[in-house]
């Protein structure tokens, strides 16, 4: 099995084909639910003849801090750029309703834009009725796979498989035999990166503790951009014995990491290499990240489109199709990618299935 799963794509710069939307600070995906169906049997849609308009519309905080987000729009804008099409972004308000975002993925399409990129659950039911109202133009939606029908494909990754790596780093370089993880919100989304680090980490030491804690609970979903309450989610952990605390919160992490660093402890990052993407004040408390490669998903997405072999149903990257991974960023696990890479191949060959649930 080759390694590139454990490579981050290096986040395309700004170019002159995008259209900007409204801006906003970074924020990770909103949850989704559980998906149906890897695969679906329902007729694709007529293949775009021609691909010259891209879109990708963002929920609330858009992109800009180079994580989740970014990783989707620099996928979509490969693409984009590959094919010679324009790429256009859209970022929610957060007063935006269901209505609104309907109206905003309508009006991609009644403009020619084909595909449309939705980045979070939140677009799962106005994409729904969207997409009957414009059955020849393709859809995709990001981290959701609730949505059927035979011109929208859900875009998911097997986010438990690169929480399980992580688990395996934490234990291993653990020294009290008790790590954390923080959440945003108890939702099957992320009880997925609570279920495989748990996994993970009990491989190593069945023995080991791990702490959990959720910021907030449905339908509060604050929990993913509260960087204050993550800090003190993780110094409690950190107070309770644990040396490396994982966050699966959004904007929300950057609180774990400061606590890691103010008590001299180990974080671990999502989704993107927060070792790259952190303050340089605090980036040397970044231990790992488990990286969720949203750029692979919107890449494919697009390029599907183009060439005609898009489907209707949902397109599963996992640690096989480099859809996940862990970062080495820093230098901090060089010791042990070897006992990493070796779970990573049971993995991928079904040796060890990851629990989806805690």
């Given at each position: 099995m080759?390694l ?12 002159g084909?995008?259209?900007?939307g409204?801006?906003?600070g ?17 007729a694709?849609?007529s293949?775009?003849?021609?691909l010259?308009?891209?879109?990708i519309?963002?929920?609330v905080?858009g ?13 979509a804008?490969?693409a ?9 972004e ?9 209505a609104?975002?309907?109206e ?11 595909p449309?990129?939705?980045?979070g659950?939140t ?5 729904a009725?969207v997409?009957a ?15 059927t029908?035979p ?22 370089k ?11 919100v108890?939702?099957p989304?992320i009880?997925k ?16 503790k791990?702490?959990v804690?959720?910021?907030s ?14 800090k003190?989610?993780a110094?409690?952990?950190?107070d ?8 699966a ?9 400061g ?13 993107a290499?927060?070792y790259r ?22 890449y494919?997405?697009v ?9 209707g ?5 996992d640690l096989a ?10 230098g901090?696990?060089d010791?042990i990618t070897?006992?990493?890479d070796?779970?990573a191949?049971?993995?991928?060959s ?9």
């Amino acid at each position: 099995m080759g390694l590139g799963w454990r490579r981050l794509a290096t986040l395309a710069a700004a170019a002159g084909l995008l259209l900007a939307g409204c801006a906003g600070g970074a924020a990770s995906p909103v949850p989704s639910g559980e998906p149906q169906s890897p695969v679906s049997t329902a007729a694709p849609a007529s293949p775009t003849p021609a691909l010259t308009k891209v879109a990708i519309a963002y929920d609330v905080g858009g992109r800009g801090g180079g994580g989740f987000n970014d990783l989707a729009y620099e996928g979509a804008l490969r693409a984009a750029t590959e094919l010679g099409a324009q790429l256009k972004e859209i970022t929610a308000k957060p007063s935006d309703t269901d209505a609104d975002r309907e109206e905003r993925l309508a009006l991609l399409a009644d403009v020619g834009y084909n595909p449309v990129i939705g980045v979070g659950y939140t677009y799962a039911g106005p994409m729904a009725k969207v997409a009957a109202r414009y059955p020849d133009t393709w859809f995709g939606i990001v981290d959701d796979g609730t949505v059927t029908a035979p011109n929208v494909t859900g875009i998911l990754f097997t986010e438990e498989q690169g929480s399980f790596l992580v688990g395996v780093a934490a234990a291993l370089k653990s020294k009290t035999g008790n790590v954390g993880f923080v959440g945003a919100v108890p939702v099957p989304l992320i009880q997925k990166f609570e279920a495989g680090f748990t996994a993970g980490a009990r491989a190593v030491n069945p023995d080991i503790k791990v702490q959990v804690a959720y910021l907030s609970q449905p339908p509060d979903f604050a929990g993913f951009n509260d960087p204050a309450k993550g800090k003190e989610a993780a110094l409690g952990m950190y107070d309770a014995g644990a040396d490396v605390v994982f966050a699966a919160a959004g904007g929300s992490g950057v609180g774990v990491i400061g606590a890691a660093k103010q008590q001299g402890r180990w974080a671990i990052g999502v989704d993107a290499d927060e070792y790259r993407t952190s303050d340089p004040s605090i980036r040397d408390a970044v231990l790992t990240s488990m990286l969720k490669r949203a750029d692979a998903g919107t890449y494919a997405f697009v390029r599907n489109v183009a060439d005609g072999t898009a489907t209707g149903g949902n397109d599963v990257f996992d640690l096989a199709r480099d859809g996940v991974g862990y970062a080495t960023s820093g230098g901090f696990i060089d010791d042990i990618t070897d006992d990493i890479d070796a779970y990573a191949a049971k993995i991928t060959s079904g040796a060890i299935v990851v629990p989806t649930t805690p």
